[in-house]
T-cell receptor, first 114, second 113 residues
Framework: SAVISQKPSRDICQRGTSLTIQCQVDSQVTMMFWYRQQPGQSLTLIATANQGSEATYESGFVIDKFPISRPNLTFSTLTVSNMSPEDSSIYLC???????????FGPGTRLTVT | TQLLEQSPQFLSIQEGENLTVYCNSSSVFSSLQWYRQEPGEGPVLLVTVVTGGEVKKLKRLTFQFGDARKDSSLHITAAQPGDTGLYLCAGPNYGGSQGNLIFGKGTKLSVKP
């Protein structure tokens, strides 16, 4: 397993600003992912954070809006850029390492954009 | 397109009752995972089922993988308020990047004391 921490745990931001969320894993992992989740609903994958190369984005998500960094095998950041109220959500990072693709999740960052 | 459909979407029961949650697909999966997410937390992996027909038990939780590996169920015996949460099934996304998972929409369980 892996222990994942995220910072900040929550934030309230003004529209038009940007927020960077940090994700730290307690051990080296091959894969890291970023998700978005509306409270009580399922997860939507934003992108796979690749170490040493550009992130792989899912349909509907673009690098200009959600730039991602992955400088090493234990750390990644997600920036939510030029925020609007529609970006209000819970953002989760996860790490995948095990045989069958199991993922271990951070506690999430609850973002409110006003 | 791979889809995982979970039912029921919502479930509200009294402490001590039994319940079953279902995860169905028209696609074959090499494995399926179940996660539980409590409010304010990230999902926590409960179990991975790999073999068709497999049954795994985790205390009062029993997980089953269908013989054809297209479906799975989670049965909770004598539910407790601590079982309250969002239950998600997930499986490998064969059309996506390595390690990507497909998640069902989840079953929101509330166990009242």
């Amino acid at each position: 397993s892996a222990v994942i921490s995220q910072k900040p745990s929550r934030d309230i931001c003004q529209r038009g600003t940007s927020l960077t969320i940090q994700c730290q894993v307690d051990s080296q992992v091959t894969m890291m992912f970023w998700y978005r989740q509306q409270p009580g609903q399922s997860l939507t994958l934003i992108a796979t954070a690749n170490q040493g190369s550009e992130a792989t984005y899912e349909s509907g998500f673009v690098i200009d809006k959600f730039p991602i960094s992955r400088p090493n095998l234990t750390f990644s950041t997600l920036t939510v850029s030029n925020m609007s109220p529609e970006d209000s959500s819970i953002y989760l990072c996860s790490a995948g390492r095990d045989t069958f693709g199991e993922q271990y999740f951070g506690p999430g960052t609850r973002l409110t954009v006003t | 397109t791979q889809l995982l459909e979970q039912s029921p979407q919502f479930l509200s029961i009294q402490e001590g009752e039994n319940l079953t949650v279902y995860c169905n697909s028209s696609s074959v999966f090499s494995s399926l995972q179940w996660y539980r997410q409590e409010p304010g937390e990230g999902p926590v992996l409960l179990v991975t089922v790999v073999t068709g027909g497999e049954v795994k038990k985790l205390k009062r939780l029993t997980f089953q993988f269908g013989d054809a590996r297209k479906d799975s169920s989670l049965h909770i015996t004598a539910a407790q308020p601590g079982d309250t949460g969002l239950y998600l099934c997930a499986g490998p996304n064969y059309g996506g990047s390595q390690g990507n998972l497909i998640f069902g929409k989840g079953t929101k369980l509330s166990v009242k004391p």
